[in-house]
C-alpha cells in the first residue's frame, strides 16, 4: 500500500518543526541557566567582599555603572527569582513539546518525565515520617 506523497510531506514537515521546537526550548533553558549560574557567582563574589559599603561596577548592556553594593545585590537577587520561575515555566513547556512529539512519531508518552520535585515544606514532613 503506497502512501500519498504530498501527505508523507506534511508528516515529516510536522515533526521537524516539533523537533525544532525541543531543540529552541532546550537551547533557551541552556542560555537562561548560563546567565543565572552567572549572577549567582556576582552574588557570592559580593558576599565575600570585606567592604559592603562600597559601590560595585556593574555592566548593562556594553556599558559599566557603578552602584551601591547593597542595591546591586538586590537586583540579582530580583533577577534570580525571575530567571528561576523562567526555567521553571520553560520546563514545563519542553515537558509538553517533547509528549508532542512523541505522540507525532507515534511513540508512548515517557514514563516519569511528568514528576515534579517536591518541595522543601514536602521534604521535611517526609523527613519527620521517616525519623520516628
Known amino acids: 500500500m503506497a502512501r500519498d506523497p504530498a501527505f ?6 510536522e515533526v521537524e518543526e516539533l523537533a525544532e521546537d525541543v531543540l529552541a526550548a532546550r537551547q533557551q533553558i541552556v542560555d537562561l541557566d548560563v546567565k543565572r549560574n552567572r549572577n549567582r557567582e556576582a552574588l557570592r563574589a559580593l558576599h565575600k567582599d570585606l567592604e559592603p559599603d562600597e559601590k560595585a561596577m556593574v555592566c548593562f548592556g556594553s556599558m559599566f ?17 525571575e530567571l528561576d ?25 515517557l514514563k516519569g518525565f511528568n ?12 523527613n519527620r515520617i521517616l525519623e520516628g
Open 8 to 13: 508523507v510531506l506534511r508528516y515529516l514537515a
Open 65 to 81: 555603572i557603578e552602584l551601591p553594593k547593597t542595591k546591586t545585590r538586590e537586583m540579582l537577587r530580583q533577577d534570580q527569582e
Open 85 to 109: 520561575e523562567e526555567i521553571n515555566n520553560l520546563r514545563k513547556e519542553l515537558r509538553v513539546k517533547v509528549n508532542r512529539l512523541y505522540e507525532a512519531q507515534g511513540k508512548p508518552e
Open 115 to 126: 514528576l515534579n520535585p517536591m518541595s522543601a515544606e514536602e521534604m521535611k514532613l517526609i
